[in-house]
């Protein structure tokens, strides 16, 4: 049982350039998120998707693209990244929140740098 | 969602019970508290959470108040490996998809558990 895995672990971007984070759980979880974390500010949601073909913005959605094609996948691509993106990213998965707690896991993050 | 107040920084002395106290005082009805740590900027990972009762599993115990606007995460006996950044959290369950808040999960600053020898 992997959990949830995110890579790569480390990237440098120029700006303008495109990538995408990978995430995958294998949980059978319904509700994936992307949060990113900076310096004094915590961790803020970007997007997050409730199932498969279903995507939602976060509160920092501005810059990034998400699709949710199987359940077990949740991309986040940045089309063109800018300096301000720099940040670690965290991919997160639990069933759904629409019942009681669950619990939520995280991946181990990605650092990217935009140069 | 309930905001969440907790101290910046405590120490414990190693094998002591480290007990770290938070404050949601606007959680409502159907808000669960939860705590994570982050160590050395890892994932944050999984402790415990809870409604409104007490919980204990392998790791800590959560005590909650009766009227719900505090708890305390107790680690009974708080090792080096103890050393992190401690989140206090509330989330929303229920409700509809939809809006830039479902399921999410609201980071405050946290604290910062320093255990000694």
């Known amino acids: 049982n992997a959990g949830v895995t995110q890579t790569p672990k480390f990237q440098v971007l120029k700006t303008g350039q495109s990538m995408t984070l990978q995430c995958a759980q294998d949980m059978n979880h319904e509700y994936m998120s992307w949060y990113r974390q900076d310096p004094g500010m915590g961790l803020r949601l970007i997007h997050y998707s409730v199932g498969a073909g279903i995507t939602d913005q976060g509160e920092v959605p501005n810059g990034y693209n998400v699709s949710r094609s199987t359940t077990e996948d949740f991309p986040l691509r940045l089309l063109s990244a800018a300096p301000s993106q720099t940040s670690v990213y965290f991919c997160?998965?639990?069933?759904?929140?629409?019942?009681?707690?669950?619990?939520?896991?995280f991946g181990e993050g990605s650092w990217l740098t935009v140069v | 969602d309930a905001k969440t107040t907790q101290p910046p920084s405590m120490d414990c002395a190693e094998g002591r019970a480290a007990n770290l106290p938070c404050n949601h005082s606007t959680i409502s009805g159907n808000e669960y508290v939860y705590w994570y740590r982050q160590i050395h900027s890892q994932g944050p990972q999984y402790i415990i959470h809870g409604l409104k009762n007490n919980e204990t599993n392998e790791m800590a115990s959560l005590i909650i108040t009766e009227d719900r606007k505090s708890s305390t995460l107790i680690l009974p006996h708080a090792t080096l490996r103890d050393t992190a950044v401690y989140y206090c959290i509330v989330r929303v369950y229920g409700g509809n998809a939809g809006g830039t808040s479902y399921g999410k999960l609201t980071f405050g600053q946290g604290t910062i558990l320093t255990v000694h020898p």
């Open positions: 997160a998965s639990s069933y759904s929140p629409g019942s009681s707690g669950n619990t939520i896991y």
